[in-house]
């Protein structure tokens, strides 16, 4: 009887305590999301902070995949499996050119790189705009025919979090080829 | 003990007779020349009624052009010496019946049945708000059921108050006979106002479910003609026809709410209606059809709220007056027209080498001119030069004056995507160059109506102009709340497109361009070195159009 009660308190307490790590999968990649990243609901992404200057800017369909850990939020598109989307350098151009608005304006806190991770290759791009961080990232198979693409927005405070947390995505990245 | 002296009393007799009978006279010449003196507010209003509407001569009723509606004014008065003050919806009333002299009555004549004048009674409004008088003319008309052989119940009812079981119809006139409007009351309720309708249709409608089986009956209108009569002493003067109230029926029984007396006609003869003008919208040139079949038009206006205070409801000083018939919207521009206008600008021999010289620039910086006309009245450019502002982006100089010349345009290199609001809203910063400003409103709209940016790609010339410049106006004020946040929305926007849709940047970007300025600006875009422009723009769907114009 004794042990039963054991066994069951702890059951619960691990119940509890214990947050299982959140795992998205579709049907071309796989990748681990930390401790308590919980889905967004599409009533849930609009209402997250952003910009709001205008219905018409504002009007998009938006990512497919949203999530939340605490104040960080992650967005990830589909596996994009076409040439024109795996071309890294194409979509640093496209980036860098529609990005040039900042520098323009001021703000030097864009970056972007083409970085090798193992045998892939990953475009991650970093900028700031007011007190919002932004990391979108790129992560392509050794073939170039996989790219899983996504972005991290969070406080400037958060960076440290918001780092670790893309470490965390792009290390877990597994495509399903 | 004083001791009464008769001799000198008879004698003193006809002295207080003569003094008696003197009085007596004098009272009496007095009250046959002149009225009472009235109380301070009914002598103003007298003055100011008076001097509205004079008495003139040889303007007597019978006198008076037939067709028109007969002046009042010159046939009865109100009787001064019998007025009703009181206050109502905060205007002082001076209530009174119309002169007695005149032997006046009037009532109603509905086809051609004319109803009984005994009936009826009417009364002079005199209302003041403290600033402004007005003058009106009640007819207070009661149904036979309701007088019940029992004339005296007519003094029960006038504007302050009505019999709780009155029925009957209540008409406004002004003093000089036009009409102004009714009411029609049935066991001391408002009845729902009678309106006009000329819609003869006779249409299968309502459906009959008493046996059982669904039996089309007929719904038919029945119109009546109303008149308003004039009698002197009970005989009949003339009479006036005021306008014609249909209501429906279905199988013979109004489909209202039944009873002797219908409604009281509107206030506007046929095609009129009370107050200003009111422009019809236009007529579609394609309009689609929401519902099938002759309909038939009812016209049903509700009955007016009671005014609560157990009086009539208050006239109204209405005008009437005839909407301007509808006219066929006009057509919207024709955008080929536009471009083939906008062309005569962007697309010159001299736009098309300079373009081409931005585009040959080395590397992959931003590279740009602005297009300075020489002057407003010539359509040549000065030789400006091509500048970049290295790894930032292009930016325009603008400059508004003979020596620099007139900046309508400019042309800058992207590497691949379109135009950016940047782009789109530099046409509208310029708007707030002082050279511009000062120059005057001709100079103002002469660069409103001939603006541009051309973009140059590899592929791709764009060139946008605005062809809505409030709406513009618009979004530039949320552009410049967060202009960062703007662009970034917009390149969110694009990259999602590219990502979710596989498009290329250049379509990516014109499909978020167009998302956020299709109404604001006309986007053309031709190949490069080219000036086979076409039309850009996004569809109710959200799909990137291109229209093609015959003469490219």
């Not at chain 1, 999968?25 to 401790?35: A, F, G, M, Y």
């Not at chain 2, 007779?17 to 009085?23: K, R």
């Not at chain 2, 691949?416 to 409103?441: C, E, R, W, Y």
Request: glycine share 6%; with cysteine; charged share 20%.
């Amino acid at each position: 009887m004794k042990k039963t009660l054991v066994i069951l308190l702890l059951s619960t307490i691990g119940t509890f305590t214990c947050k299982a790590q959140l795992i998205h999968s579709t049907e071309d990649v796989k990748l681990i999301l930390p401790k308590g990243t919980y889905k967004l609901t599409k009533q849930e992404v609009d209402a997250l902070p952003g910009i709001k200057l205008s219905n018409k800017i504002n009007q998009s369909g938006g990512m497919p995949y949203n999530y939340q850990l605490g104040s960080l939020y992650i967005g990830l598109f589909n596996v994009n499996k076409d040439s024109m989307n795996n071309d890294l350098p194409r979509e640093k151009r496209f980036q860098d050119e529609g990005h040039l608005f900042l520098q323009s304006n001021g703000n030097n806190s864009y970056n972007s790189v083409i970085k090798r991770m193992g045998k892939n290759h990953v475009l991650l791009i970093s900028y700031t705009i007011n007190d919002t961080g932004y990391y979108r990232f790129n992560y392509q198979n050794e073939a170039k025919t996989f790219t899983q693409a996504g972005k991290i927005e969070y406080p400037i405070a958060d960076k440290e979090k918001a780092t670790a947390l893309l470490n965390e995505i792009l290390n877990s990245i597994q495509f399903i080829e | 003990m004083m001791k009464f002296n008769f001799k000198k009393s008879i004698l003193k007799i006809p002295f207080f007779l003569i003094l008696l009978f003197s009085i007596i006279i004098y009272s009496c010449r007095k009250g046959n020349k002149e009225p009472a003196r009235l109380p301070a507010p009914l002598n103003d209003a007298k003055s100011w009624y008076e001097s509205v509407y004079p008495a003139n001569s040889g303007n007597s009723l019978q006198n008076q052009a037939a067709g028109k509606s007969r002046d009042l004014s010159q046939w009865i008065k109100p009787d001064w010496q019998h007025p009703v003050m009181y206050n109502r919806y905060g205007q002082s009333v001076i209530e009174m019946p119309v002169d007695p002299e005149a032997k006046f009555g009037s009532s109603y004549q509905l086809n051609k049945k004319r109803c009984n004048p005994a009936y009826s009674r009417s009364y002079y409004l005199l209302m003041t708000d403290g600033k402004k008088r007005e003058a009106y003319i009640l007819t207070i008309i009661a149904d036979s059921a309701y007088i019940n052989n029992d004339l005296s119940k007519l003094d029960h009812n006038t504007y302050r108050k009505h019999d709780p079981d009155f029925s009957g119809t209540i008409l406004y006139f002004t003093p000089r006979g036009s009409y102004l409007g009714g009411y029609g009351y049935r066991n001391g309720q408002l009845m729902a106002s009678g309106t006009e309708d000329t819609d003869t249709n006779k249409t299968p409608r309502v459906q009959n479910v008493n046996t059982g089986r669904l039996i089309a009956n007929t719904v038919k209108q029945v119109c009546t003609d109303w008149y308003v009569v004039y009698y002197v002493d009970g005989v009949y003067q003339c009479d006036e026809y005021l306008t014609t109230t249909c209501v429906n029926v279905d199988d013979g029984n109004p489909s209202g709410s039944g009873g002797n007396t219908p409604p009281p006609p509107p206030p506007c003869p046929p095609g009129m209606h009370v107050g200003p003008p009111v422009t019809p919208p236009c007529i579609p040139l394609a309009v689609e059809s929401v519902e099938g079949g002759n309909r038939l038009k009812t016209n049903y206006v509700p009955p007016p709220p009671p005014p609560g205070d157990g009086g009539m409801p208050p006239p109204t000083a209405q005008v009437c007056s005839v909407d301007p018939p509808r006219q066929p919207c006009p057509s919207a521009p024709d955008p080929c027209e536009l471009l083939k206008k906008a062309k005569q600008k962007f697309a010159t021999a001299f736009n098309t080498q300079r373009n081409a010289d931005v585009l040959a620039k080395p590397g992959t910086n931003e590279y740009g001119s602005n297009l300075n006309l020489t002057s407003l009245s010539a359509n040549t450019y000065m030789n400006t030069p091509i500048t970049t502002n290295g790894t930032n982006s292009w930016m325009p100089n603008f400059t508004w004056n003979s020596t620099n010349g007139f900046s309508i345009g400019s042309v800058h290199r992207h590497q691949s995507a379109g135009p950016s609001p940047n782009d789109v809203f530099s046409l509208i910063d310029h708007l707030s160059n002082p050279d511009l400003v000062t120059s005057g409103a001709s100079s103002i709209k002469f660069y409103r109506d001939n603006a541009y940016a051309t973009i140059v790609s590899n592929t791709t010339t764009y060139t946008v102009t605005v062809s809505n410049w409030a709406i513009l106006s618009q979004m530039f004020l949320d552009y410049n709340q967060d202009r960062n946040g703007y662009e970034e929305a917009f390149q969110n926007k694009a990259t999602e497109y590219k990502n979710k849709m596989n498009l290329d940047e250049a379509s990516a970007t014109n499909k978020a361009l167009m998302e956020i300025f299709s109404g604001a600006i006309n986007l053309y875009k031709s190949p490069s070195n080219s000036t086979n422009y076409v039309i850009t723009d996004i569809d109710k769907n959200g799909k990137l159009t291109i229209t093609t114009c015959p003469d490219k």
